[in-house]
Nanobody, 135 residues
Framework: QVQLQESGGDSVQSGGSLRLSCVLH????????LGWFRQAPGKGREAVAS????????YADAVKGRFTISQENAHDITVYLQMDNLKPEDTAMYYC????????????????????????????WGQGTQVTVSS
């Protein structure tokens, strides 16, 4: 069964840094795409960054030059989001998600919740980790 577990969220001051981690438990596909998304209070979920099995990366314009996505493939795949020069507008709940070469590969927010049939889902979301940046 595929599960995602995020960690690393915290409260920091403007200009600070954080590194988020997301561990992918279980196997989904050899053509997977992993992404980070965020949702601020009262707003919709937006894409932040994505990577794929070939290490191609994409970034939203709002985070280019400040955030870096990377992955580590050991027993489980872990995707990281290094966030530097944080701004108050980066405050949000951050989620990671994975699909089988679908919308995440193009930095498009997949449906939430995902459509599932039993334990098989079109994609999978983690539970989220909170990032708060104060000015």
């Amino acid at each position: 069964q595929v599960q995602l577990q995020e960690s690393g969220g915290d409260s920091v001051q403007s200009g600070g840094s954080l590194r988020l981690s997301c561990v992918l438990h279980g196997y989904i596909s050899s053509t997977y795409c992993l992404g980070w998304f965020r949702q601020a209070p009262g707003k919709g979920r937006e894409a932040v960054a994505s990577t794929d099995a070939s290490d191609h990366v994409l970034y939203a314009d709002a985070v280019k030059g400040r955030f870096t996505i990377s992955q580590e493939n050991a027993h489980d795949i872990t995707v990281y989001l290094q966030m530097d020069n944080l701004k108050p507008e980066d405050t949000a709940m951050y989620y990671c998600a994975v699909d089988r070469g679908g919308p995440i590969c193009s930095l498009v927010v997949p449906d939430y919740p995902a459509q599932c049939s039993g334990s098989w889902c079109t994609h999978y979301w983690g539970q989220g980790t909170q990032v708060t940046v104060s000015s």
